[in-house]
């Protein structure tokens, strides 16, 4: 259960042609070479946490639109050169942190080779916000440091891709826990794929493995944020 080595072709063909008619042309292909496969993981992935979540309960997967939306990007291709596939928490949605697993997959705008696993909220929604500032600065708080303290020694990240440059008032500036409060939003996950791993039989077992480490950071969002 992995992607095909001859799979990446695709993107590359596509960053080249990026039209409508060589898409069509190809669609059958992006949809077996990519679409089932990212499919058939997250399916896979799901049915190993669904006693993890227990009482929550995990969405379908979902494999995000190819198409990109152009109206206020500079960019103007219409199509996105990677593949991403989520599994998240039924009835949340973006930015209420109940991202399960999020793999991305595919070129960048550089045309070079990337990889993004984790889970959490990229960024919080002002409502969300608020409750992860309240929660931060007070016990629940300290769960969460522990859990981050232990997901980064196991070789994990977790944190938040961005940050605020002052902690926010009304906290102290010295709280214990300011480096959390200047938190946008919480994620945690491995990053980038080991070498090989893309093609590798072993992906599933990585990727549930990868997604058992960070559930606990994504059920205290869902206990302390959502």
């Known amino acids: 259960m992995a992607f095909d080595k001859s799979a990446p072709a695709f993107w590359h063909e596509l960053s080249m042609e990026m039209n409508r008619e060589w898409f069509m042309d190809n669609k059958e292909r992006y949809e077996r070479e990519w679409v089932q496969p990212m499919t058939e993981l997250l399916t896979h992935v799901r049915a190993k946490l669904v006693p993890i979540y227990k009482p929550l309960v995990l969405a379908e997967p979902v494999v995000l639109r190819i198409y990109r939306d152009v109206r206020f990007s500079k960019t103007k291709a219409p199509y996105k050169t990677h593949i991403a596939g989520v599994l998240r928490l039924a009835g949340k949605k973006r930015g209420e942190g109940g991202t399960v697993l999020y793999v991305h997959t595919g070129l960048d705008e550089e045309g070079e080779w990337e990889d993004w696993i984790g889970g959490g909220s990229y960024f919080f929604e002002p409502p969300q916000l608020a409750k992860y500032r309240r929660a931060v600065a007070g016990k629940p708080g ?85």
């Open 142 to 226: 300290d769960e969460l440091a522990a859990m981050i303290a232990k997901l980064k020694k196991a070789g994990y990240r977790a944190g938040s891709e961005h940050k605020y440059t002052r902690v926010p008032k009304p906290f102290a500036p010295d709280h214990k826990h300011a480096d959390l409060l200047v938190n946008k939003g919480l994620t945690a996950g491995p990053g980038g794929m080991p070498r090989g791993m893309l093609h590798s039989p072993k992906l599933a077992e990585w990727l549930t493995t990868s997604a058992k480490a960070i559930a606990p950071i994504v059920k205290w969002v869902a206990k302390n944020v959502a």
